[in-house]
């Protein structure tokens, strides 16, 4: 079982840019969530994805945006990339039958 | 808003001392409650959770949590702490019903000295 896997594991990206973030859960999971952690900070929710549709959102700005797919794995876009947006995004997936939540390895997002 | 406080930014324990890593929630009905921890570089890996029943949940690792309602607390131990926990503790609560939508605290660096 290869877990949780993100794509990709280090990313820069300029200030205004657009960037795509990639998510495959764990064998069995069907819902992907969305954390964005800043350094020094604890991961904070930014949404989750649960039969290809946003099931619920944190307190984040519609420029990040997501989608999941049929096979469950799931993208986090970011529009008109900000400074204060440098941080490690993670992605955890879950199941219903098991409210435990497996983390991925994050990526590491630099904007300049 | 739902919150969680984890009051210790940084602890140091010497190898084989005994650790306690804090954790309160904010008021309200019971959250699903969980521990998690980071090493540099690294995701979050869950060491406990606490749902119901039994308030003194094992986990892995060696690590324990007492669930305390009264205080509204969720505290961390461990009795004999090795050089190979030193990492980031981060307390979590999940007031979704198990939806995991997860509020994190900052977190608790823990350094190990030998």
């Known amino acids: 079982d290869a877990g949780v896997t993100q794509s990709p594991t280090h990313l820069i990206k300029t200030r205004g840019q657009q960037v795509t973030l990639r998510c495959s859960p764990k064998s069995g999971h069907d819902t992907v969530s969305w954390y964005q952690q800043a350094l020094g900070q604890g991961p904070q929710f930014i949404f989750q994805?649960?039969?290809?549709?946003?099931?619920q959102r944190g307190n984040f700005p519609d420029r990040f945006s997501g989608h999941q797919f049929p096979n469950y794995s799931s993208e986090l876009n970011v529009n008109a990339l900000l400074l204060g947006d440098s941080a490690l995004y993670l992605c955890?997936?879950?199941?219903?039958?098991?409210?435990?939540?497996?983390f991925g390895q994050g990526t590491r997002l630099t904007v300049v | 808003a739902q919150s969680v406080t984890q009051p210790d930014i940084h602890i140091t324990v010497s190898e084989g001392a005994s650790l306690e890593l804090r954790c309160n929630y904010s008021y309200g009905a019971t959250p699903y409650l969980f521990w998690y921890v980071q090493s540099p570089g690294q995701g979050l890996q869950l060491l406990l959770k606490y749902f119901s029943g039994d308030t003194l949940v094992q986990g892995i690792k060696g690590f324990e949590a007492e669930f305390k309602r009264s205080q509204s607390s969720f505290n961390l131990r461990k009795p004999s702490v090795h050089w190979s926990d030193a990492a980031e503790y981060f307390c979590a609560v999940d007031y979704s019903g198990g939806y995991q939508k997860v509020t994190f605290g900052i977190g608790t660096k823990l350094q190990v000295i030998p």
């Open positions: 955890a997936s879950s199941s219903p039958v098991n409210t435990e939540a497996f």
């Open positions: 994805y649960y039969e290809e549709e946003e099931r």
